[in-house]
């Protein structure tokens, strides 16, 4: 998962960039990046790291111009230890073009081959979204009658994005001298939102990931862009969109809801705080039904995300809520740094159970999910070691069990503690004396009560249904081989033998 943003002002860019990553930093903290447009000319500064270890006053001073693009990274494809893979990404044929990706393509060795073969452009990285730069490009440059651009031509070029790529992507792009691009997957996997300010200089526009970035800076949301629709902003201030896809099913990925999301934001129509509301009121419901017989003292939540779930849980449970856990808000979010070794080592550092809360009780923890393990193992240790009679354990989402190819790090299903186990089996694997899921029925209904308009989701790391239809066991076996070293990581096509005449 990344988060990506855009602005077209009539004032400098860059701090309202900076800013606006700051607000989506919980999308992605491996690496940073800002690019911003002076007139025809690029100037960009990306690295390693949060938001605010990357970027210097120097390297703000230097981030010239009234438009711009940023982007924070969570790695899904490529290597997490590669500062090459920051974005955006820069490609100068045609024009000049940076982007900025959020999502996962589920063609990439296809596109990497028709690339080298066909459209004769080499891509230098493992990175799926520097492959998705190179098809934009390409087609552009096959849109663009003559040297001058038009409204038309990168609306065709976006079209035939859509013609090629498969998987989930949100993108935002800027052609050097001309605007700011942003554009959607069919299917809407990931969220893109936009709005504008009206200020003493002029109307001013931000695309960004999630609407808590363009609120806390001071934008009003006008929608959210539609599944296969694109949105063009010219550097003189003029907006223009076009669907560009042929319709198919609108389903977004559940799991922002769940997890990814802050809880201020509003995707898709839906506050994400609500529908957290929903899922506690639904597990309560379950409870109620189905363990009826556990004898519950307290209701904790593990911060932050679960902390709303388990409010209305307590709530609708008629049960104590505490804050048992306190969390040390300086460690990165777990479940998002690269290797199981830094995961497992970083829950301690993380949280800090208060045994006031624990000692002789019987405490129902609740999660938004259970995805590995590691870290539910540790915290129900943590409460055991904190004087808890019994710890009981609830994941406001259902049973991760399968792969999750659209741009989450849940890959391989031997690394999902879910995947072949029963809930009995997935207790005693994590020291839990109960676990109990949410339904993916309620956990839809969660959702759709905040927004009805919304009907179907990507929820695939759940059902194993993946909306994109492209996705086979062959290439699930096959990603789960790069994965584990067995094959290796496709960053160029097969290399093949070529004549050439050098007379």
Same mark, same amino acid.
């Given at each position: 998962?990344?988060?990506?943003?855009?602005?077209?002002?009539?004032?400098?860019?860059?701090?309202?960039?900076?800013?606006?990553?700051?607000?989506?930093?919980?999308?992605?903290?491996?690496?940073?990046?800002?690019?911003?447009?002076?007139?025809?000319?690029?100037?960009?500064?990306?690295?390693?790291?949060?938001?605010?270890?990357?970027?210097?006053?120097?390297?703000?001073?230097?981030?010239?111009?009234?438009?711009?693009?940023?982007?924070?990274?969570?790695?899904?494809?490529?290597?997490?230890?590669?500062?090459?893979?920051?974005?955006?990404?820069?490609?100068?044929?045609?024009?000049?073009?940076?982007?900025?990706?959020?999502?996962?393509?589920?063609?990439?060795?296809?596109?990497?081959?028709?690339?080298?073969?066909?459209?004769?452009?080499?891509?230098?990285?493992?990175?799926?979204?520097?492959?998705?730069?190179?098809?934009?490009?390409?087609?552009?440059?096959?849109?663009?009658?003559?040297?001058?651009?038009?409204?038309?031509?990168?609306?065709?070029?976006?079209?035939?994005?859509?013609?090629?790529?498969?998987?989930?992507?949100?993108?935002?792009?800027?052609?050097?001298?001309?605007?700011?691009?942003?554009?959607?997957?069919?299917?809407?996997?990931?969220?893109?939102?936009?709005?504008?300010?009206?200020?003493?200089?002029?109307?001013?526009?931000?695309?960004?990931?999630?609407?808590?970035?363009?609120?806390?800076?001071?934008?009003?949301?006008?929608?959210?862009?539609?599944?296969?629709?694109?949105?063009?902003?010219?550097?003189?201030?003029?907006?223009?969109?076009?669907?560009?896809?042929?319709?198919?099913?609108?389903?977004?990925?559940?799991?922002?809801?769940?997890?990814?999301?802050?809880?201020?934001?509003?995707?898709?129509?839906?506050?994400?705080?609500?529908?957290?509301?929903?899922?506690?009121?639904?597990?309560?419901?379950?409870?109620?039904?189905?363990?009826?017989?556990?004898?519950?003292?307290?209701?904790?939540?593990?911060?932050?995300?679960?902390?709303?779930?388990?409010?209305?849980?307590?709530?609708?449970?008629?049960?104590?809520?505490?804050?048992?856990?306190?969390?040390?808000?300086?460690?990165?979010?777990?479940?998002?740094?690269?290797?199981?070794?830094?995961?497992?080592?970083?829950?301690?550092?993380?949280?800090?159970?208060?045994?006031?809360?624990?000692?002789?009780?019987?405490?129902?923890?609740?999660?938004?999910?259970?995805?590995?393990?590691?870290?539910? +193992?540790?915290?129900?240790?943590? /409460? =055991?070691?904190? &004087? !808890?009679? @019994? *710890?009981?354990?609830?994941?406001? #989402?259902?049973?991760?069990?399968?792969?999750?190819?659209?741009?989450?790090?849940?890959?391989?299903?031997?690394?999902?503690?879910?995947?072949? +186990?029963?809930?009995?089996?997935? /207790? =005693?694997?994590? &020291? !839990?004396? @109960? *676990?109990?899921?949410?339904?993916? #029925?309620?956990?839809?209904?969660?959702?759709?009560?905040?927004?009805?308009?919304?009907?179907?989701?990507?929820?695939?790391?759940?059902?194993?249904?993946?909306?994109?239809?492209?996705?086979?066991?062959?290439?699930?076996?096959?990603?789960?081989?790069?994965?584990?070293?067995?094959?290796?990581?496709?960053?160029?096509?097969?290399?093949?033998?070529?004549?050439?005449?050098?007379?």
């Amino acid at each position: 998962m990344c988060g990506i943003i855009g602005v077209v002002s009539n004032q400098p860019v860059n701090q309202l960039l900076y800013d606006g990553l700051q607000l989506l930093q919980h999308r992605g903290q491996d690496a940073a990046g800002i690019c911003t447009a002076d007139g025809s000319k690029f100037h960009m500064h990306k690295g390693m790291g949060m938001v605010r270890d990357v970027f210097r006053t120097r390297d703000m001073r230097n981030l010239l111009g009234n438009a711009g693009i940023g982007h924070v990274r969570y790695p899904t494809a490529g290597s997490a230890s590669s500062p090459a893979e920051a974005q955006p990404f820069y490609v100068n044929s045609p024009f000049g073009i940076v982007l900025g990706h959020n999502g996962n393509l589920t063609n990439t060795e296809q596109l990497l081959e028709d690339l080298f073969m066909q459209d004769l452009r080499h891509v230098n990285t493992a990175s799926d979204s520097e492959v998705l730069l190179n098809v934009l490009a390409h087609e552009l440059q096959s849109a663009v009658q003559g040297h001058r651009l038009t409204v038309d031509d990168v609306f065709a070029a976006v079209a035939g994005v859509h013609r090629r790529c498969r998987g989930a992507y949100a993108v935002v792009a800027m052609i050097a001298g001309f605007g700011l691009l942003a554009f959607r997957d069919p299917h809407g996997i990931r969220p893109l939102v936009f709005g504008t300010q009206v200020s003493a200089t002029g109307q001013d526009w931000m695309v960004a990931s999630e609407s808590v970035a363009l609120d806390a800076s001071g934008f009003q949301v006008q929608g959210d862009v539609a599944p296969g629709e694109a949105i063009l902003i010219t550097l003189d201030g003029h907006v223009h969109t076009r669907m560009c896809a042929p319709a198919a099913p609108f389903t977004p990925c559940i799991f922002e809801y769940v997890y990814f999301a802050r809880p201020d934001s509003v995707i898709d129509g839906a506050s994400v705080y609500e529908t957290r509301l929903r899922m506690g009121e639904y597990l309560a419901d379950k409870i109620r039904r189905d363990y009826g017989h556990l004898k519950i003292d307290v209701v904790m939540p593990i911060p932050d995300t679960s902390r709303p779930s388990a409010m209305e849980m307590a709530k609708q449970l008629n049960i104590s809520y505490r804050e048992g856990f306190i969390k040390n808000r300086y460690i990165g979010r777990t479940f998002i740094m690269p290797g199981q070794a830094v995961r497992k080592k970083s829950v301690r550092q993380k949280l800090n159970a208060m045994s006031l809360e624990f000692r002789g009780k019987n405490v129902m923890l609740v999660d938004d999910s259970i995805v590995r393990g590691t870290t539910s +193992r540790e915290i129900i240790q943590m /409460a =055991r070691d904190s &004087g !808890a009679r @019994a *710890v009981y354990f609830a994941s406001a #989402s259902p049973p991760v069990r399968f792969p999750n190819v659209y741009g989450i790090d849940m890959p391989t299903r031997g690394e999902l503690l879910a995947n072949g +186990r029963t809930d009995e089996e997935i /207790a =005693r694997e994590i &020291g !839990a004396d @109960a *676990v109990i899921y949410q339904d993916l #029925s309620d956990l839809i209904r969660a959702v759709r009560d905040v927004n009805p308009k919304l009907g179907d989701f990507d929820a695939s790391c759940f059902d194993g249904c993946y909306v994109t239809g492209d996705v086979s066991e062959a290439y699930l076996i096959h990603l789960e081989g790069m994965r584990d070293g067995s094959l290796p990581v496709a960053s160029s096509p097969p290399t093949r033998q070529m004549d050439l005449n050098l007379s």
